[in-house]
C-alpha cells in the first residue's frame, strides 16, 4: 500500500510562471489536506478536499492559489504568477475519514522562485 | 480561537540524554492530541495518539503523556539517539474542524 505521492519533489518557476504540484492519496483515503510550510516555520494549513469537493479553504491565499480534487486523478494545487514569497515547501497528507486528526504526509514538493 | 503552543521552540541536547517537549492547548471541544516527528526535509510521520481518556502511551524511546484538565502533553524522548534529532509538532484535533498544528520543537542531538 503506496503510502501518499506527491511529485514534483522540487519545482522551479520564474516570477510570473505557473506552478502546479500534485498528490495522490493513499488508497481508499478520500480527504485530502495541503500545507505550506516556509524554512524554519511551522506547517499552515491552506484548503482540504474532499472528492470533488473544497470543505475548507480558509487557510489559502484568496488571489493566484486554487487546489482540486477531482473524482478521478490526483489533488492538484495551482499556483498563478508566482512570486518569491511563494518559495516554499508545499505538504499533502491525506487522511481516512474527516477531522480525526489522523494524517499521513507525502514527503512534499519544494518550490522555488527565481 | 484553537491554539497549540509548544515548548521550547528548539532544544540540544547530548546523545544519550533525556529530554521533555511540552504542548499546551486551548482547542475544545478535543478529540485527539497526535505527535508528529519531521525529519529535515521530510514529511510528517505520526508518532502517537492520546485519546482524552489516556494518560500516558508509550512507542519505543518515545513516551507521550496527557493531562486533559490543565490542556497539557509533553513527549518524553529517552537515551535519546543522533536520528531523533528533528522537529516535534503537536496536533490537536476537535471532530468537524481541522486539526490544529503546533509550530514544533526543534531538537538537535550532538554526539
Same mark, same amino acid.
Given at each position: 500500500n503506496a503510502g501518499v505521492m506527491q511529485n514534483p519533489r522540487h519545482l522551479v518557476r520564474r516570477r510570473g510562471q505557473e506552478a502546479r504540484l500534485r498528490c495522490s492519496p493513499m488508497k481508499g483515503h478520500s480527504h485530502v489536506y495541503w500545507y505550506r510550510q516556509l524554512p524554519e516555520e511551522g506547517l499552515k494549513f491552506m484548503v482540504y478536499l474532499q472528492k470533488e469537493n473544497i470543505? &475548507? /479553504?480558509? #487557510?489559502?491565499?484568496? /488571489?493566484?492559489f486554487s487546489a482540486e480534487f477531482p473524482k478521478e486523478g490526483p489533488s492538484i494545487l495551482r499556483i498563478q504568477q +508566482? +512570486?518569491? #514569497? &511563494?518559495?516554499a515547501a508545499y505538504f499533502c497528507a491525506s487522511s481516512p475519514?474527516?477531522?480525526? #486528526?489522523e494524517l499521513f504526509f507525502g514527503e512534499g514538493s519544494r518550490l522555488t522562485v527565481l | 480561537k484553537n491554539q497549540v503552543e509548544q515548548s521550547p521552540q528548539s532544544l540540544i541536547i547530548l546523545e544519550g540524554k533525556n529530554c521533555t517537549l511540552q504542548c499546551n492547548y486551548t482547542v475544545s471541544p478535543f478529540s485527539n492530541l497526535r505527535w508528529y516527528k519531521q525529519d529535515t526535509g521530510r514529511g510528517p510521520v505520526s508518532l502517537t495518539i492520546m485519546t482524552f481518556s489516556e494518560n500516558t502511551k508509550s512507542n519505543g524511546r518515545y513516551t507521550a503523556t496527557l493531562d486533559a484538565d490543565t490542556k497539557q502533553s509533553s513527549l518524553h524522548i529517552t537515551a535519546?539517539?543522533?536520528? &531523533?534529532?528533528a522537529s516535534y509538532i503537536c496536533v490537536v484535533s476537535v471532530m468537524g474542524y481541522i486539526p490544529t498544528f503546533g509550530r514544533g520543537t526543534s531538537l538537535i542531538v550532538h554526539p
Open positions: 470543505i &475548507d /479553504e480558509s #487557510g489559502m491565499p484568496k /488571489e493566484r +508566482v +512570486v518569491r #514569497g &511563494d518559495s475519514s474527516a477531522n480525526t #486528526g | 535519546s539517539q543522533l536520528s &531523533d534529532s
